[in-house]
């Protein structure tokens, strides 16, 4: 009887912990296929990982290309919460399911997992795509740290200011080429009772400041990246105030606004907007027409004596973990990922700018910008976004999205944002 | 299972076999410890893994500088003096300190009111009702309707507009007017459900002493004072813990309206303490702030359960 017991129990606390420890090793589902003794396969299914799950349908239409050219197919999980993804990626190279491709951040959140010696190697890569001409040495460098590349480009996005057509007709008002002709547009907008600027208090905060700076001095803005430049110097304080007379004359739309920027635009709420260049996929949603209902030019520079204007680009890495079971399938998938069929299927998919030169764009509008922002007369320089460090950035969102709400004397919002920025530096010596 | 539901296997369970004066039998195993042991060791390791070993991890990276990648290192008090030190902290749990006193004063005090006033009325559930129905939608969703209702150029702006009101506050936008909206979004879902509870108090409360106080001549203000009041309180306690309890991790709502914004001007104790670890990924800073959080959570609850039973004894 005792010894029945006891068996019972026994088998009631094994199967109990049998079925726990399934649970939590099981947890990345049955998708994984080419695991185990498949490691250096370059042919299967790929798991790839993102925090653009709006994407989702168009990495699945790549596939049938990327099946056909190298065997390869994506599976793809899209996570719609970044912070949430953030945590899961990092999480995952403490496990058995690091991924074989993922999407992550250039800059200090690149530089975190170089560090670490979590992501896999790809100078090879890069060497074929500058040698066959597939990207340039500038988007390279953002992708090199002590002498090598990690990840490929995902994706490159230009920051230039979205216009309503049918507004600018309206008024009158041509394309400006100059800053002056842009504050007199702005000028000119407001007194037809329209507002000239879309702004938020909530995560694309950065952008004006970023143009301002850059547009007055691309050497200050590099300095506010490498901590020689404070936020509280006088030049800064004097950008700050440009910004806020600006909002004094009540150039920008509502902070506190929840309508869809794009929707926003559509329906005239505000007249321009400053936003990377994956916005014209918004905008076709809303319902506008590129080049009919909308456009795009380049922001002039805020100081005519610049010899080029400077353009803001942000570029989203793709990468490989360096312990992932499908290393060599996620690197396979990389390479053809940087090739111009790859590239010019995935601007069809997607509609965007290509960071490949001899890719197809599929929309004129964006393959002008593309061959404009190239040219001799732009600088590009690395948006605010991935040139600040994390703990900065957070903290410099948060007061530009305060300031924006509640206009006012610049420096408590530059304060705040220089104290984080001290620590920062202090701790990085 | 079986054997453990007769009387004897029932003493033998808790103990009582055990004679007093002969110590020397405590320790010796009754035959069902090893079974009983193997039955409840799938809770223990379940309590353990999932409760106890992340409240000590928790603990323990609160010490360290930890960004979510390679190893912590150890920092001593570092966090907690870092913590206490922003006034973003300290902006946080003054917001925190508001809601809480909030979701005292509207979702409890408004929902027993409402239970007062319909619980002997025919037909007062159908009163009740409609208040119950939020309480089925989540916190998130919460948000995002009243997102809708509280932005600029939201459906109370036009509702006001048409009253001629054209320039009405700016309720997301300044503070401490966001948290103040914020909390009066989260009561509309909490009050019917406070209802709920008071109405069965009050549904529980003998009729005698009730009809006693009535002959006496008790109405109103005088019989919920002397009498209600006093016989609801082991409910009130119930109610007003949870509430304490709740309106300190407050975090879904805030998330989905404010995101604690603008700037840091509505964020409350657990969105710092999210920001911290997954935005800023300060594992460190973030684990203290947890600590801190479930510290004055555990304070408040048995200070205020320790005096509720005290006046209980009391009584």
């Known amino acids: 009887m005792k010894s029945r017991n006891i068996a019972a129990a026994g088998i009631a606390a094994f199967t109990t912990a049998a079925l726990l420890l399934t649970g939590c090793s099981g947890g990345g589902g049955g998708n994984s296929g080419d695991n185990g003794d498949k490691a250096a ?53 403490r496990t058995q399911k690091s991924p074989g491709l993922f999407t992550w951040h250039t800059g200090d959140s690149l530089k975190q997992l170089v560090d670490e010696n979590l992501v896999a190697e790809t100078t090879d890569l890069w060497s074929k795509a500058i040698d066959e001409g597939w990207a340039t040495e500038d988007l390279r460098d953002e992708y090199t740290f002590d002498g090598k590349q990690y990840c490929v480009p995902m994706n490159i996005a230009y ?97 506190g606004s929840t309508t869809d920027p794009a929707v ?72 053809w990922w ?86 920062y530096w202090a701790e990085q010596k | ?58 603990t323990f990276l609160s010490f360290t500088e930890y960004n979510g990648l390679g190893d912590p290192a150890w920092v001593g008090f570092d966090n907690y003096v870092e913590m206490f030190g922003d006034p973003a902290f300290v902006g946080a749990l003054m917001n925190t300190l508001l809601w809480v006193a909030g979701t005292l004063v509207i979702p409890v005090g408004v929902g027993l009111a409402l239970a007062l006033l319909t619980w002997n009325l025919p037909g007062g559930i159908w009163l009740r009702l409609p208040f119950l129905i939020p309480y089925a939608i989540s916190g998130i969703g919460v948000g995002v309707i009243w997102s809708f209702i509280l932005s600029a150029n939201g459906a109370l702006d036009q509702a006001l507009a048409v009253f001629g009101v054209t320039d009405p506050p700016r ?54 004072g002397s009498i209600l009041w006093p016989m609801l309180r082991p409910l009130t306690a119930v109610v007003v813990g949870l509430s304490i309890v709740a309106s300190l991790k407050t975090f879904d709502i805030v998330l989905s309206m404010t995101k604690g914004g603008p700037g840091r001007a509505s964020e409350t104790l657990a969105l710092t303490m999210y920001r911290e670890t997954f935005v800023n990924s300060d594992y460190g800073l973030g684990s203290a702030i947890a600590v801190f959080l479930s510290v004055v959570t555990l304070i408040a609850s048995v200070l205020y359960l320790r005096q509720q039973l005290s006046q209980k004894h009391e009584m």
């Open chain 1, 41 to 93: 396969a370059t042919t299967g299914t790929l798991d790839f990982y993102t925090d653009k799950a709006a994407w989702e349908p168009d990495f699945d239409e790549l596939n049938a290309t990327s099946k056909d050219a190298v065997d390869i197919s994506l599976n793809t999980t899209g996570y719609s919460d970044a912070a949430q993804y953030d945590a899961f990626i990092k999480q995952s190279f």
């Open chain 1, 159 to 255: 920051w230039v200011m979205y216009y309503n057509k049918n507004i600018f007709q309206e008024q009158g008002i041509d394309v400006p080429t100059t800053w002056k002709e842009l504050d007199a547009a702005a000028a000119k907008l407001k007194d037809a009772g329209v507002t000239p600027y879309y702004q938020t208090s909530i995560l694309f905060t950065f952008q004006w400041f970023q143009q301002l700076v850059a547009g007055t001095d691309p050497e200050l803005y590099k300095g506010l990246s490498t901590g020689e430049v404070k936020y509280t110097d006088p030049e800064i304080v004097d950008i700050m105030n440009i910004w806020l007379d600006e909002q004094k004359k009540g150039w920008f739309s509502d902070a």
């Open chain 1, 264 to 335: 926003g635009l559509k329906q005239g709420d505000f007249a321009m907007i400053n936003f990377g260049s994956f916005f014209n996929g918004s905008l076709d949603g809303a319902g506008m027409v590129s080049g009919e209902d909308y456009g795009m030019f380049v922001i002039p520079a805020v100081n005519a004596d610049l010899d080029t204007t400077p353009v803001a680009v942000e570029s989203g890495p793709l990468c490989v973990a360096e312990n992932s079971k499908q290393k060599d399938l996620g690197l396979a998938y990389s390479e």
């Open chain 1, 338 to 423: 940087m090739s111009p069929d790859a590239q010019t299927a995935w601007n069809a998919a997607r509609g965007d700018v290509a960071f490949n030169p001899k890719a197809t764009v599929k929309d004129p509008m964006l393959a002008e910008l593309g061959k404009t922002v190239a040219d001799d007369k732009h600088t590009l320089f690395t948006r605010y976004f991935e040139a600040t460090p994390t703990p900065i950035l957070t903290v410099a969102l948060e007061q530009f999205g305060a300031f924006n709400a509640n206009p006012g004397d610049p420096m408590p919002f530059l304060e705040a944002i220089q104290a984080e920025a001290d620590k």
């Open chain 2, 1 to 58: 299972m079986a054997v453990l539901q007769t009387p004897a296997g029932e003493r033998a369970a808790r103990g009582l076999d055990q004679t007093p004066g002969r110590p020397g039998r405590r320790s010796r195993k009754t035959p069902y410890q090893g079974s009983a042991r193997g039955f409840i060791a799938p809770g223990v390791f379940l309590v353990a893994v999932l409760l106890y070993l992340p409240l000590l991890w928790t």
């Open chain 2, 171 to 224: 309720w997301l936008v300044d503070a401490p007017l966001n948290t103040v909206v914020m909390i009066f979004a989260s009561s509309w879902q909490g009050v019917g459900v406070n209802a709920l509870l008071f109405t069965i108090g009050l549904q529980s409360i003998p009729k005698e002493p009730l009809e006693a106080a009535r002959v006496d001549g008790a109405t109103g203000i005088r019989l919920f």
